[in-house]
């Protein structure tokens, strides 16, 4: 089993990022997929959720109306668009997947918004 984010990185406030999960070795179409994110200090917090067709998604109030989760079945992959990012974005962003009793974890990807 492998999830790989990618696309972090250094951004200024205001600005945007679209993070990728890439995702192997489990059927992903049938795993409910999120994203979490941790600041230095901070306990970890889940950003979004998406359901397995994509058809519904949940975010929490601090992205609300900023942040867009997405997949593509077909490709094992699943998204995070980051618009209007502030400071207190920044953090390691995880990719997590969830089946009954299964839960993966990514590496992580850092996200650093700053001027």
């Known amino acids: 089993v492998q999830l790989v984010e990618s696309g972090g990185g250094l951004v200024q406030p205001g600005g945007s990022l679209r993070l990728s999960c890439a995702a192997s070795g489990f059927t992903f179409s049938a795993y409910v997929m999120s994203w979490y994110r941790q600041a230095p200090e901070k306990e970890r917090e889940l950003v979004a959720v998406?359901?397995?067709?994509?058809?519904?998604?949940n975010y929490a109030d601090s992205v609300k109306g900023r942040f867009t989760i997405s997949r593509d079945n077909p490709n094992n992959t699943v998204y995070l668009q980051m618009n209007s990012l502030k400071p207190e974005d920044t953090a390691v962003y995880y990719c997590?997947?969830?089946?009954?009793?299964?839960?993966?974890w990514g590496q992580g990807t850092q996200v650093t918004v700053s001027s």
């Open positions: 998406i359901a397995t067709a994509g058809s519904s998604a």
């Open positions: 997590v997947a969830r089946f009954r009793e299964y839960t993966y």
